[in-house]
């Protein structure tokens, strides 16, 4: 017999999840999450207090930094195991991992997209080098978050005398997952999505588990006008939810409604108006040092001259102050490389908050796992990435900050995946956050080893609105070595009290 899947409504959907199940959460951001799926299972536990004890996984960040996302898992009770690639946009999920009232890690995401086919194919898990000497790695804390998570997910192994990492694979019971269109047989396009990120993986991976599929779409067809629009085959999916097209829970992104720009290729002949994505002032000079919007200007020009200087071929730009280096670049006519995002697309001009993970007028678009098969394997020129703490050994930390009340987990996403395989790193950021400098003696969470980068021969550069530095070995020993100091910085009252005696200068 031919297989069909049910179409249900989110909350018969919701009823679906039993206590204990492990749920696998697709999306990126907003792009891609079944929020109304997602929500209904949140009202559902909380009118009944079940489903209970979930154990969710999840590859990107998805949400809002509110209480869109996986923050629908977010109560205390509901979900007690969370395996997350990015944690800044799931506050609620974050409060259950600093209050230690779930077990959480926080693996790269890469790696758990990689993870999602080795479900599928029954492999013995991810076998990589992704992760090795930070956090992640076992001999430092295994990707562990809180004293009460205690199982090893990851271990460090040898092969041929080289240390590896493996990340252990576990049976996936639900996929809630997201699509633009289905027709009878459950077969899912994705033509107004801006990606369509693990869809494929996460599926099979559910599937090959005994488990099933849930897909959010937001229109009926009856048969897909070529079957190469179909991302998700109908074999693999058990429930459809349909939601009216202009419903806030199927919106494009969790920033905008519908932008045709990110599934549109650009007009021949026509230059993309980069304006809607970033406002240029008619003087790109930092007018005001003091004012953070100035500061910010002032770090994304001088990163856009590393595209000139390095003469990149593939470009990646993380989230943030780098996101917005390529509308700079392009404005000034610095244009001779291709921007990629690890949510797939390549090519185009990538979006920044809330529509992070689309890039606009794209050439292609990949699914992530693909895309991350290319970045591990050295496939990044050149990647751009921010950075909330650096040290005077040149070690980053962008995951967890702070002790008590005050600990901010915002997690690596796919930042370990191009730090470790890129060729050529910029860190950005500011010198200075509320009086205190980020350029500390060591970091708290060490999300990049500087040392580690060195012995695989990639060059680093940490870009600030007071200074730039490389990172050096000098006598065996990485070092930060001084380049240059802005023009309204002295560099003896604002640089050198926060640098230590082992900074080298230029």
Same mark, same amino acid.
Request: glycine residues 10%; charged residues 20%; negative net charge.
């Given at each position: 017999?031919?297989?069909?899947?049910?179409?249900?409504?989110?909350?018969?959907?919701?009823?679906?999840?039993?206590?204990?199940?492990?749920?696998?959460?697709?999306?990126?951001?907003?792009?891609?999450?079944?929020?109304?799926?997602?929500?209904?299972?949140?009202?559902?536990?909380?009118?009944?207090?079940?489903?209970?004890?979930? =154990?969710? /996984?999840?590859?990107?960040?998805? %949400?809002?930094?509110?209480?869109? *996302?996986? &923050?629908? +898992?977010?109560? @205390?009770?509901?979900?007690?195991?969370?395996?997350?690639?990015?944690?800044?946009?799931?506050?609620?999920?974050?409060?259950?991992?600093?209050?230690?009232?779930?077990?959480?890690?926080?693996?790269?995401?890469?790696?758990?997209?990689?993870?999602? =086919?080795? /479900?599928?194919?029954?492999?013995? %898990?991810?076998?990589?080098?992704? *992760?090795? &000497?930070? +956090?992640?790695? @076992?001999?430092?804390?295994?990707?562990?978050?809180?004293?009460?998570?205690?199982?090893?997910?990851?271990?460090?192994?040898?092969?041929?005398?080289?240390?590896?990492?493996?990340?252990?694979?576990?049976?996936?019971?639900?996929?809630?997952?997201?699509?633009?269109?289905?027709?009878?047989?459950?077969?899912?396009?994705?033509?107004?999505?801006?990606?369509?990120?693990?869809?494929?993986?996460?599926?099979?991976?559910?599937?090959?588990?005994?488990?099933?599929?849930?897909?959010?779409?937001?229109?009926?067809?009856?048969?897909?006008?070529?079957?190469?629009?179909?991302?998700?085959?109908?074999?693999?999916?058990?429930?459809?939810?349909?939601?009216?097209?202009?419903?806030?829970?199927?919106?494009?992104?969790?920033?905008?409604?519908?932008?045709?720009?990110?599934?549109?290729?650009?007009?021949?002949?026509?230059?993309?108006?980069?304006?809607?994505?970033?406002?240029?002032?008619?003087?790109?000079?930092?007018?005001?040092?003091?004012?953070?919007?100035?500061?910010?200007?002032?770090?994304?020009?001088?990163?856009?001259?590393?595209?000139?200087?390095?003469?990149?071929?593939?470009?990646?730009?993380?989230?943030?102050?780098?996101?917005?280096?390529?509308?700079?670049?392009?404005?000034?006519?610095?244009?001779?490389?291709?921007?990629?995002?690890?949510?797939?697309?390549?090519?185009?001009?990538?979006?920044?908050?809330?529509?992070?993970?689309?890039?606009?007028?794209?050439?292609?678009?990949?699914?992530?796992?693909?895309?991350?098969?290319?970045?591990?394997?050295?496939?990044?020129?050149?990647?751009?990435?921010?950075?909330?703490?650096?040290?005077?050994?040149?070690?980053?930390?962008?995951?967890?900050?702070?002790?008590?009340?005050?600990?901010?987990?915002?997690?690596?996403?796919?930042?370990?995946?191009?730090?470790?395989?890129?060729?050529?790193?910029?860190?950005?950021?500011?010198?200075?956050?509320?009086?205190?400098?980020?350029?500390?003696?060591?970091?708290?969470?060490?999300?990049?080893?500087?040392?580690?980068?060195?012995?695989?021969?990639?060059?680093?550069?940490?870009?600030?609105?007071?200074?730039?530095?490389?990172?050096?070995?000098?006598?065996?020993?990485?070092?930060?070595?001084?380049?240059?100091?802005?023009?309204?910085?002295?560099?003896?009252?604002?640089?050198?009290?926060?640098?230590?005696?082992?900074?080298?200068?230029?």
């Amino acid at each position: 017999m031919q297989h069909r899947p049910q179409w249900i409504f989110a909350e018969q959907a919701a009823e679906l999840v039993f206590s204990g199940a492990t749920v696998a959460s697709a999306g990126f951001v907003g792009v891609g999450h079944a929020e109304a799926v997602t929500r209904a299972l949140e009202q559902r536990f909380l009118a009944t207090d079940s489903p209970r004890d979930l =154990r969710l /996984i999840y590859s990107a960040g998805q %949400g809002d930094r509110g209480a869109r *996302g996986v &923050n629908h +898992f977010g109560h @205390p009770g509901m979900t007690t195991r969370i395996i997350g690639g990015h944690w800044r946009s799931a506050p609620k999920l974050a409060k259950l991992a600093t209050d230690n009232l779930a077990q959480a890690w926080n693996l790269p995401q890469g790696v758990i997209t990689h993870l999602y =086919r080795a /479900i599928a194919a029954k492999t013995p %898990g991810v076998i990589t080098r992704i *992760g090795l &000497n930070t +956090f992640v790695d @076992p001999t430092h804390d295994g990707g562990k978050l809180n004293a009460c998570t205690v199982d090893d997910l990851v271990e460090r192994i040898d092969i041929d005398g080289q240390p590896w990492l493996r990340y252990k694979p576990m049976p996936i019971h639900f996929a809630l997952i997201r699509a633009t269109c289905a027709d009878a047989l459950g077969n899912l396009s994705c033509e107004h999505e801006p990606f369509h990120h693990e869809l494929l993986a996460i599926s099979q991976a559910a599937r090959n588990s005994g488990g099933k599929v849930i897909a959010q779409v937001k229109k009926r067809v009856d048969q897909h006008a070529h079957p190469h629009l179909v991302k998700v085959p109908g074999i693999l999916v058990d429930y459809i939810v349909e939601v009216a097209p202009d419903d806030i829970e199927h919106h494009m992104t969790f920033g905008e409604a519908m932008n045709l720009d990110y599934v549109s290729a650009a007009p021949i002949g026509v230059e993309p108006d980069v304006s809607r994505l970033i406002a240029l002032p008619a003087a790109l000079e930092a007018s005001d040092p003091a004012d953070a919007a100035s500061q910010r200007l002032a770090i994304q020009r001088r990163a856009a001259l590393e595209l000139v200087r390095q003469h990149p071929s593939v470009v990646n730009l993380g989230v943030g102050m780098p996101a917005g280096v390529g509308a700079i670049a392009h404005a000034a006519g610095v244009d001779q490389y291709t921007l990629t995002v690890e949510a797939g697309p390549i090519g185009g001009t990538p979006a920044d908050g809330l529509s992070f993970g689309a890039s606009r007028f794209p050439q292609a678009v990949v699914d992530e796992p693909a895309q991350f098969d290319f970045y591990d394997g050295g496939g990044i020129d050149l990647a751009m990435l921010g950075m909330a703490q650096f040290d005077w050994q040149g070690n980053v930390n962008v995951s967890l900050f702070g002790q008590g009340n005050h600990r901010l987990l915002a997690g690596v996403g796919g930042f370990i995946n191009i730090t470790q395989s890129s060729r050529s790193l910029v860190f950005l950021g500011s010198f200075m956050n509320r009086g205190r400098s980020k350029l500390l003696p060591r970091v708290e969470h060490l999300s990049f080893n500087g040392r580690y980068a060195l012995e695989q021969g990639t060059q680093v550069r940490y870009i600030t609105d007071l200074a730039v530095f490389d990172l050096v070995l000098h006598q065996g020993e990485p070092r930060l070595r001084l380049i240059e100091v802005a023009p309204h910085a002295n560099l003896e009252r604002d640089v050198l009290p926060h640098c230590g005696p082992e900074l080298l200068r230029a």
